[in-house]
């Protein structure tokens, strides 16, 4: 039973430039939450998608989308990035009950430069 | 504002010592609070789980407990090992299923 699978593992940016980063949820799971964790902070959340519609978003601009695709998966798309958009990257999965335990992958560092 | 806090920041102790970590909530309408453990640069595993109707949840060495009232939670580990060192974060559920994060205390366990 594969967990929370995202990829790449590690991404490297200039400014200016779009990224999209891939969530695959555990087994499951129809529920996909998207986490930005810099340095040294706890991780904040970005948004939660569920069948396909964005459920809640946090205090994060435009230029964060996202997806989710029929089979549960998603991305995170940051357009126009900025060097302060460096940081990991973090993909949680859970049931559609909202107040279920939520698993995490292993995320993504994007690197800004 | 749902604030959470951790204290303390960091924490350094000697190998097999018992430990409390702290975590404070400012919302009193809490749902859920789950501890997780970070390893450096890596995900997030989920340690323990607290639904709101409990007061606490152990496995193995860990305990951790939820006082809602005071607006407190504590992890309690015994007999620390050095492969317990990682950051430690505590966060709590709000009613959307969107979890508010403290900023972690950095456990460190010297041999």
């Known amino acids: 039973d594969a967990g929370v699978t995202q990829s790449p593992t590690h991404l490297i940016k200039t400014r200016g430039q779009q990224v999209t980063l891939r969530c695959s949820p555990k087994?499951?799971?129809?529920?996909v939450s998207w986490y930005q964790q810099a340095l040294g902070q706890g991780p904040q959340f970005i948004f939660q998608?569920?069948?396909?519609?964005?459920?809640q978003r946090g205090n994060f601009p435009d230029r964060f989308s996202g997806h989710q695709f029929p089979n549960y998966s998603s991305e995170l798309n940051v357009n126009a990035l900025l060097l302060g958009d460096s940081a990991l990257y973090l993909c949680?999965?859970?049931?559609?009950?909202?107040?279920?335990?939520?698993?995490f992958g292993s995320g993504t560092q994007l690197s800004v430069l | 504002k749902q604030e959470v806090t951790q204290i303390p920041a960091a924490l350094s102790v000697p190998e097999g010592e018992n430990l409390v970590l702290n975590c404070s909530f400012t919302d009193s309408a809490i749902y859920n609070l789950q501890w997780f453990r970070q390893d450096p640069g890596k995900g997030l595993t989920s340690l323990l789980l607290?639904?709101?109707?409990?007061r606490e949840q152990t496995s193995g060495r860990l305990n951790a407990s939820l006082d809602k009232s005071s607006g407190r939670s504590t992890l309690y580990i015994a007999a620390s090992q050095p492969g317990d060192s990682a950051t430690y974060l505590c966060a709590r559920y709000n009613q959307g299923g969107k979890l508010i994060f403290g900023q972690g205390t950095e456990l460190s366990v010297k041999p």
């Open positions: 949680a999965s859970g049931g559609r009950l909202t107040n279920e335990k939520l698993f």
């Open positions: 087994s499951g799971h129809d529920t």
């Open positions: 998608y569920y069948e396909e519609e964005e459920r």
């Open positions: 607290i639904q709101s109707s409990q």
